[in-house]
């Protein structure tokens, strides 16, 4: 048998375990969880990094025509379109629209400007819109490579829209290039679909103009102009700009291409915060976006990302907790099933130690039950001896209780009927004895085979003892009662006036053998007591009655 302590440890431990389980399960699902931020939000800044990257190769494309236009502008035209034929940045770095040039004039004398035109591209193109409230303008002398709808913006004085103006003016000033904002491009004139897009200046500052020489086109270009729109004191007089526009919707897909898919939303913003104007949206934006920042040239707009993996994301920790969960719960349904075990096996035990220790007292009482019947039938023959005149009167006394006897045996027994009265079998055992019938008083209670067959044994024992040593003996008076007291029964029995006081320190073992019925079979109670010459016992137990 396992002590009690051992039993707490065991269900300790167990307890124990499963909570460690729970605890490791809950760090790993945060674990997973935060590793799938941070592989987001890695792949977030790869994206951010990406766009960044091909943004500044189009810058070196800007700077590369620059350096061209400046090396000889009277063959810009040619030149930057066999450089860019033979560079293929829309094949190596797609996403922008072209490279285009836009030359300075004087707001009012374009002729310089569509004689440039002409010469590039062979027909007739007059500068627009013609409304500009400037004193110069920068009109596009050259978009490449050509195509239909490029082919609108040729002409047009970029200088004498604000947004583009702004840009432009910022890049004179510091000679880096310049992002514009948000603006429609002049060729979505003849787009379908219309997209919002930018563009990105690039400054050509004029050269010394030589001394002596035949006047050339670039002679009557706008750039001694430029100091009077310089917006800081200092700056350089500029000739014109290289520019690149983008379509932020064609931009984003030639960055991004197919990681488009595998992304859930994007947001692109030109600057920071949610007022920032918007550029590109694609997807829905969860709580759990990335915001990562943007180098559009000299200014820094905010991309966010949202890939919406659920089951990534929390989908592998609620399957990791609730795994840890599974385990912790079978870790205590096995410790449950093997604590039933446990107690199964200790129960049969003890049912098996019952029952042996039942055995040996039935082996006892049997022994006891012999002895006791020798002894009653030996008292029996005195009490009829002492009553009969001669032999044939003893015989016939003797042999009638000898029979009565015999038939309240058989009925304990054999269980005859369903159910037996208590004052018939106390008046019996006291009939024997020689006891009138007023001796034994009380209602009538019926008894069920097994209460009648332990009261039956508990007076037998008590007449017994009382023929050995009390009233039954002649030595004293005998009173036997019993009633209801609630939901029990309480029979007494009480031997008074006899010769001495009975010594009850100790329990013979018919007396523990009927305790035992007592409390054990009827789930009652016992008590005796002995005092001043008298002897009181009384038996409580559970009414039963199924006469009642």
């Given at each position: 048998?396992?002590?009690?302590?051992?039993?707490?440890?065991?269900?300790?431990?167990?307890?124990?375990?499963?909570?460690?389980i729970?605890?490791?399960?809950l760090?790993?699902?945060?674990?997973?969880?935060?590793?799938?931020?941070?592989?987001?939000?890695?792949?977030?800044?790869?994206?951010?990094?990406?766009?960044?990257?091909?943004?500044r190769?189009?810058?070196?494309?800007l700077?590369?025509?620059?350096?061209?236009?400046?090396?000889?502008?009277?063959?810009?035209?040619?030149g930057?379109?066999s450089y860019l034929?033979?560079?293929?940045?829309?094949v190596?770095?797609?996403?922008?629209?072209?490279?285009?040039?836009?030359?300075a004039m004087?707001?009012?004398?374009?002729?310089g400007?569509?004689?440039?035109?002409?010469?590039?591209?062979?027909?007739d193109i007059?500068?627009?819109p013609?409304?500009?409230?400037?004193?110069?303008?920068?009109?596009v002398t050259?978009?490449e490579?050509?195509?239909?709808?490029?082919?609108v913006?040729?002409?047009?004085?970029m200088?004498?829209?604000?947004i583009?103006?702004?840009?432009?003016r910022?890049?004179?000033?510091?000679?880096r290039?310049?992002?514009?904002?948000?603006?429609?491009l002049?060729?979505?004139?003849?787009a379908?679909?219309?997209?919002?897009?930018?563009?990105?200046y690039?400054?050509?500052?004029?050269r010394?103009?030589?001394?002596?020489?035949?006047?050339?086109?670039?002679?009557?270009?706008?750039?001694?102009?430029?100091?009077t729109?310089?917006?800081?004191?200092?700056?350089?007089?500029?000739?014109?700009?290289?520019?690149?526009?983008?379509?932020?919707?064609?931009?984003m897909?030639?960055?991004?291409?197919?990681?488009l898919?595998?992304?859930?939303?994007?947001?692109?913003?030109?600057?920071?915060?949610?007022?920032?104007?918007?550029?590109?949206?694609?997807g829905?934006?969860?709580?759990?976006?990335?915001?990562?920042k943007l180098?559009?040239?000299?200014r820094?707009?905010?991309?966010r990302?949202?890939?919406?993996?659920?089951?990534?994301?929390?989908?592998?920790?609620?399957?990791?907790?609730?795994f840890?969960?599974?385990?912790?719960?079978?870790a205590?349904?096995?410790?449950?099933?093997?604590?039933?075990?446990i107690?199964?096996?200790?129960?049969?035990?003890?049912?098996?130690?019952?029952?042996?220790?039942?055995?040996?007292?039935m082996?006892?009482?049997?022994?006891?039950?012999?002895?006791?019947?020798?002894?009653?039938?030996?008292?029996?023959?005195?009490?009829?001896?002492?009553?009969?005149?001669?032999?044939?009167?003893?015989?016939?006394?003797?042999?009638?209780?000898m029979?009565?006897?015999?038939?309240?045996?058989?009925m304990?027994?054999?269980g005859?009927?369903d159910?037996?009265d208590?004052?018939?079998?106390?008046?019996?055992?006291?009939?024997?004895?020689?006891?009138?019938a007023d001796?034994?008083q009380?209602?009538?209670v019926?008894l069920?085979?097994?209460?009648?067959?332990?009261?039956?044994?508990?007076?037998h024992e008590?007449?017994?003892?009382?023929i050995?040593?009390?009233?039954?003996?002649?030595?004293?008076?005998?009173?036997?009662?019993?009633?209801?007291?609630?939901?029990?029964?309480?029979?007494?029995?009480?031997?008074?006036a006899?010769?001495?006081?009975?010594?009850?320190?100790?329990?013979?073992?018919?007396?523990?053998f009927?305790?035992?019925?007592?409390?054990?079979q009827?789930?009652g109670?016992?008590?005796?007591r002995?005092?001043?010459?008298?002897?009181?016992?009384?038996?409580r137990?559970?009414d039963?009655?199924?006469?009642a």
């Open positions: 048998m396992r002590s009690v302590w051992a039993d707490r440890l065991m269900g300790l431990l167990v307890r124990f375990v499963g909570l460690v729970l605890i490791a399960t760090i790993a699902a945060a674990a997973s969880f935060l590793y799938n931020q941070a592989q987001e939000a890695d792949q977030a800044s790869r994206v951010a990094t990406q766009i960044n990257m091909r943004l190769d189009h810058i070196a494309v700077e590369g025509v620059r350096a061209l236009y400046q090396s000889d502008t009277a063959t810009s035209g040619p930057i379109r034929a033979a560079l293929q940045p829309q190596h770095a797609p996403g922008m629209e072209g490279v285009g040039i836009a030359a004087r707001t009012g004398d374009p002729a400007i569509e004689a440039q035109l002409g010469a590039n591209y062979g027909r007059k500068v627009w013609g409304t500009s409230q400037q004193p110069i303008g920068f009109a050259l978009v490579p050509y195509t239909p709808r490029r082919n913006a040729l002409g047009f004085d200088y004498s829209e604000p583009r103006r702004e840009a432009m910022r890049a004179w000033q510091t000679g290039p310049a992002a514009s904002g948000i603006a429609y002049a060729q979505e004139k003849a379908q679909q219309k997209q919002p897009g930018f563009l990105i690039v400054p050509v500052y004029a010394p103009r030589p001394a002596t020489g035949p006047a050339t086109p670039a002679d009557s270009a706008p750039a001694p102009l430029a100091p729109i310089a917006t800081t004191p200092g700056a350089r007089p500029v000739e014109a700009f290289v520019y690149a526009p983008f379509r932020t919707r064609d931009f897909a030639a960055v991004l291409g197919e990681q898919h595998s992304i859930d939303g994007i947001e692109v913003r030109a600057g920071e915060g949610p007022s920032a104007p918007l550029v590109y949206r694609h829905a934006i969860g709580w759990d976006a990335h915001e990562q180098r559009v040239a000299d820094q707009w905010t991309i990302i949202s890939y919406g993996r659920f089951i990534d994301r929390l989908g592998r920790p609620l399957g990791i907790i609730l840890g969960a599974a385990l912790a719960f079978l205590t349904q096995l410790h449950r099933v093997q604590r039933r075990r107690d199964a096996a200790q129960a049969l035990a003890e049912e098996r130690a019952r029952h042996a220790e039942d055995r040996e007292l082996i006892g009482e049997m022994a006891h039950r012999m002895k006791n019947a020798f002894a009653r039938i030996g008292a029996l023959a005195r009490i009829t001896l002492r009553e009969s005149t001669d032999l044939r009167d003893f015989e016939a006394r003797f042999d009638g209780r029979r009565a006897l015999s038939d309240a045996k058989q304990l027994v054999t005859a009927v159910t037996v208590l004052g018939k079998i106390i008046r019996r055992e006291l009939d024997l004895m020689g006891q009138p001796a034994a009380g209602p009538d019926q069920d085979d097994e209460t009648a067959q332990a009261l039956s044994l508990a007076v008590f007449v017994t003892n009382s050995k040593y009390g009233a039954l003996a002649g030595k004293g008076d005998l009173a036997v009662a019993w009633r209801r007291v609630g939901d029990d029964i309480e029979l007494s029995w009480v031997e008074s006899l010769p001495e006081t009975p010594q009850i320190v100790g329990e013979s073992f018919g007396t523990q009927i305790r035992t019925l007592i409390e054990r009827l789930k109670s016992w008590d005796r002995a005092a001043d010459h008298s002897l009181a016992i009384t038996i137990w559970p039963r009655d199924i006469a």
